[in-house]
């Protein structure tokens, strides 16, 4: 999808119309600060999905931490297919390794508590996949995939049986898939003893500050797990680790991780012919 959006029906007009068919190229994928690298698997298939004959020479690991000036990785091949597949496998290896960076961030400023980071569906559009791997990478976990590999009973669910937490488990523990953990959303003390009395697998403290936070553990007394999610920060995280939850949810490290700053460049290895063929050839 990533490629195709990026190279229509028609592929790449000006490098058809202005690079020699016969010319080569080779460009490093360098990094340009520190970061945990990832997305190297999305950036070799990018090349060869443009071109299968593309020498792509991975240097790094997924999940390893590069220092500015190092190289990740080396492509050779023709000069119009390297030019066809940069910018696409850039970006999705400059967005991974952001993810990742984060995570590992995120993990960092927890160190020592059992608090487990969990990422969320707020997810770049057709990155589903390439993100929750990058939040791995850096350390830190997924939540739920999609829709369809766990229940989490939000407000919505909730109002759509009559404002009922116990009828909306009692539907779910009926209705759902046999070993998949029930949760339940709740926003006040109220829904939370009604949550867990009803049989909640987990509880998610949705919007609640570290007050009503702490409160809610005491409330809770280990009978089931609590996740907190909402107003999640990389400077709130050490606090809530304090409080005794289990997991937190953080939307940021999936939908605002900032692209890592690599770069590919790319140069001609062959002394091409002089006159370029024409874009059929």
């Given at each position: 999808?990533?490629?195709?959006?990026?190279?229509?029906a028609?592929?790449?007009?000006?490098?058809?119309?202005?690079?020699?068919?016969?010319?080569?190229?080779?460009?490093?994928?360098?990094?340009?600060?520190?970061?945990?690298?990832?997305?190297?698997?999305?950036?070799?298939?990018?090349?060869?999905?443009?071109?299968?004959?593309?020498?792509?020479?991975?240097?790094?690991?997924?999940?390893?931490?590069?220092?500015?000036?190092?190289?990740?990785?080396?492509?050779?091949?023709?000069?119009?297919?390297?030019?066809?597949?940069?910018?696409?496998?850039?970006?999705?290896v400059?967005?991974?390794?952001?993810?990742?960076?984060?995570?590992?961030?995120?993990?960092?400023?927890?160190?020592?508590?059992?608090?487990?980071?969990?990422?969320?569906?707020?997810?770049?559009?057709?990155?589903?996949?390439?993100?929750?791997?990058?939040?791995?990478?850096?350390g830190?976990?997924?939540?739920?995939?999609?829709?369809?590999?766990?229940?989490?009973?939000?407000?919505?669910?909730?109002?759509?049986?009559?404002?009922?937490?116990?009828?909306?488990?009692?539907?779910?523990k009926?209705?759902?898939?046999?070993?998949?953990?029930?949760?339940?959303e709740?926003?006040?003390?109220?829904?939370l003893?009604?949550?867990?009395?009803?049989?909640?697998?987990?509880?998610?403290?949705?919007?609640?500050?570290?007050?009503?936070?702490?409160?809610?553990?005491?409330?809770?007394?280990?009978?089931?797990?609590?996740?907190?999610?909402g107003?999640?920060?990389?400077?709130?995280?050490?606090?809530?680790?304090?409080?005794?939850?289990?997991?937190?949810?953080?939307?940021?490290?999936?939908?605002?991780?900032?692209?890592?700053?690599?770069?590919?460049?790319?140069?001609?290895?062959?002394?091409?012919?002089?006159?370029?063929?024409?874009?059929?050839?």
């Amino acid at each position: 999808m990533s490629l195709d959006e990026d190279l229509g029906a028609a592929g790449d007009v000006t490098s058809l119309a202005v690079v020699p068919a016969d010319a080569e190229g080779s460009g490093e994928l360098v990094a340009k600060e520190q970061m945990i690298v990832a997305g190297l698997d999305a950036f070799v298939r990018v090349f060869h999905m443009v071109d299968a004959e593309v020498e792509v020479e991975v240097l790094k690991r997924d999940g390893e931490e590069i220092k500015p000036k190092v190289v990740a990785a080396r492509v050779h091949g023709k000069l119009r297919s390297l030019l066809a597949a940069e910018r696409t496998a850039l970006n999705l290896v400059q967005r991974a390794a952001g993810i990742a960076t984060l995570a590992q961030q995120a993990m960092t400023s927890v160190r020592g508590s059992k608090l487990r980071v969990l990422d969320t569906r707020k997810t770049p559009p057709g990155m589903r996949g390439l993100a929750k791997h990058a939040v791995r990478m850096g350390g830190a976990s997924n939540h739920r995939f999609g829709l369809f590999d766990g229940i989490l009973i939000k407000d919505n669910h909730i109002a759509a049986v009559g404002g009922d937490i116990t009828e909306a488990v009692r539907r779910a523990k009926l209705n759902g898939p046999r070993l998949v953990k029930i949760e339940v959303e709740v926003t006040n003390f109220k829904q939370l003893e009604e949550a867990i009395a009803a049989g909640a697998d987990v509880v998610m403290l949705d919007n609640m500050d570290d007050t009503q936070i702490r409160e809610a553990v005491k409330l809770t007394a280990s009978r089931v797990p609590i996740e907190v999610s909402g107003g999640v920060t990389l400077d709130r995280l050490p606090r809530l680790a304090k409080l005794g939850v289990d997991f937190v949810s953080m939307g940021a490290l999936t939908h605002s991780a900032r692209a890592m700053d690599l770069s590919l460049e790319i140069a001609t290895t062959k002394k091409p012919s002089r006159k370029p063929r024409s874009a059929q050839g």
